[in-house]
């Protein structure tokens, strides 16, 4: 009998409770136990992961070790689009990410779950086995859990880390010693304050030599904490785990990338090669290349009232499922629509409409729509969608490309300055807004230089979609991510 941890309760992190189910008969010649991180965005990736080796490797059993809830991300919403038969999810206990969640109260979860994860992992490690008739041979998990590294060591068996954030988020963490002495290094020589320039760039970093100060994630101050700051603070759980990617990644079997080999830079990926056993890029993990079929689960008649727009007339926009910009800035964006008269799709989660100027849902209502969750792919796969307004999350800049739809980019955090950079600079796919805050004058930019017909437009679709048959030709048979799969799928099958 397999034994199911219980979900958290509210917001505390609960001992497992078991509830037994009927023990599965299998055939399975290895056991990968996989573990996601909470929010979707690293959620689906893994779970679209686990779904293609399934396929590659069907001898393999993968356990999903998650709150319940995951099945409707390893399946769609029939019975055709069930799990394959050997991947099953198994309760365990997850960090509870709530929406809306203060910061402070999201870093002191994780906190908690960090502290609390390993040992509660291992009871639901172990009741998967005993569930499947199987020793698990290799953990998939997501990178943010540094500590499934510990837990492989102790088990003797194999650690493949999924990154769904961009490369150059992981190499600088990777190089944080250096890219701090470089800050400080530049900051003692400024006369008047005590940071670097922002504008400097990153001399001597292994792959990160073009990157500014500015671009560094969650930008230059995280690099320049206090060491005891750092190794204290509860606020600053995350970002040492993030540190400590130096120290587990290159003991990882192989550290697998929801990115393209095609679209990083050489010196980037041969550094990271240096320092890793393995290093596969096995292509976006959420990205259609093809229409995904039509079916409007997207938001509550969202698609019917995309096909009454303009072809290319709507500006979509999302920051994501963690963060918003600021209420001022909402506000100025909502200016900005209503100014220039722009139709919109806003995915708008209802507690942030109140920072909407008053009456400005009323006022737009005949050429613009306000959910609170729409499916993201069916909506940039619409020909009536025109721009996406977002925080640039790599999964997103990949959707996006995909559709070939251009990036307005407003950056909250994490990696996204790094891709609104590639974005605009180095891929030409789109344009970041101006010094990274809206307001209503930047926001009519952007939208004019990507909607407006004009020649700014025509170069940006023209390397759009000379960038997405990059990473079509990617996929195709004997392509990067192909041979990639198949190397993944060989590791966890020996």
């Excluded at 990274?436 to 759009?464: F, P, S």
Aim: hydrophobic share 40%.
């Amino acid at each position: 009998m397999l034994c199911m941890p219980s979900l958290i309760k509210g917001h505390e992190i609960a001992r497992p409770h078991f509830e037994c189910i009927d023990q599965m008969s299998s055939l399975a010649e290895n056991h990968v136990a996989v573990i996601p991180f909470p929010p979707t965005s690293h959620a689906r990736p893994l779970a679209n992961l686990v779904l293609k080796l399934a396929a590659e490797a069907p001898r393999v059993h993968f356990s999903f070790l998650a709150d319940p809830g995951y099945n409707d991300v390893l399946s769609g919403h029939s019975s055709a689009d069930a799990p394959p038969a050997n991947v099953k999810v198994f309760g365990a206990i997850t960090w509870p990410w709530v929406n809306p969640m203060p910061r402070k109260s999201q870093d002191k979860m994780l906190r908690l779950f960090l502290e609390e994860g390993p040992k509660n992992f291992e009871a639901a490690i172990g009741a998967a086995e005993q569930a499947v008739g199987v020793k698990v041979s290799c953990l998939l998990t997501d990178a943010f859990y540094t500590f499934a590294c510990m837990i492989a060591e102790k088990m003797q068996v194999k650690w493949v880390p999924l990154v769904v954030s961009s490369p150059y988020f992981v190499s600088a963490y990777v190089h944080y010693d250096e890219i701090r002495k470089c800050l400080l290094d530049a900051a003692a020589h400024e006369e008047v304050s005590s940071q670097p320039d922002r504008r400097t760039v990153l001399e001597g970093i292994p792959g990160l030599s073009r990157m500014r100060v500015e671009d560094l994630p969650d930008g230059p101050a995280v690099f320049t904490i206090d060491s005891h700051v750092l190794s204290s603070s509860e606020e600053l759980a995350l970002v040492r785990t993030f540190c400590e990617f130096r120290s587990v990644l290159p003991r990882a079997a192989a550290v697998v990338m929801s990115s393209f080999e095609e679209v990083n830079s050489k010196d980037l990926l041969e550094d990271l090669r240096s320092r890793f056993k393995e290093l596969l890029l096995v292509g976006s993990l959420t990205a259609s290349l093809t229409p995904p079929p039509p079916h409007d689960s997207a938001g509550s008649g969202c698609l019917q009232w995309l096909n009454r727009q303009k072809h290319r007339s709507v500006a979509y926009i999302s920051f994501g499922s963690v963060n918003s910009p600021p209420p001022e800035e909402i506000s100025a964006l909502a200016d900005a629509l209503e100014a220039s008269k722009t139709p919109y799709l806003w995915s708008l989660k209802d507690e942030l409409k109140s920072s909407l100027p008053l009456g400005f849902e009323e006022r737009t209502c005949s050429h613009g729509m306000i959910l609170p969750w729409v499916q993201q792919n069916q909506v940039l796969w619409h020909p009536s969608t025109g721009a996406y307004v977002t925080h640039c999350g790599y999964n997103s800049t990949f959707e996006s490309a995909g559709a070939e739809v251009p990036l307005i980019c407003r950056p909250l955090w994490a990696d996204n300055r790094i891709n609104a950079v590639k974005v605009e600079e180095d891929w030409g796919i789109g344009v970041m807004v101006q010094g990274g805050v809206i307001t209503k004058d930047r926001m009519i930019k952007c939208l004019q230089m990507v909607m407006g017909g004009g020649e700014e437009e025509k170069e940006v679709r023209k390397k759009i979609k000379a960038f997405k048959k990059v990473l079509v030709d990617a996929t195709e048979p004997g392509g990067s991510v192909p041979r990639s799969l198949k190397t993944l799928a060989d590791l966890i099958s020996s």
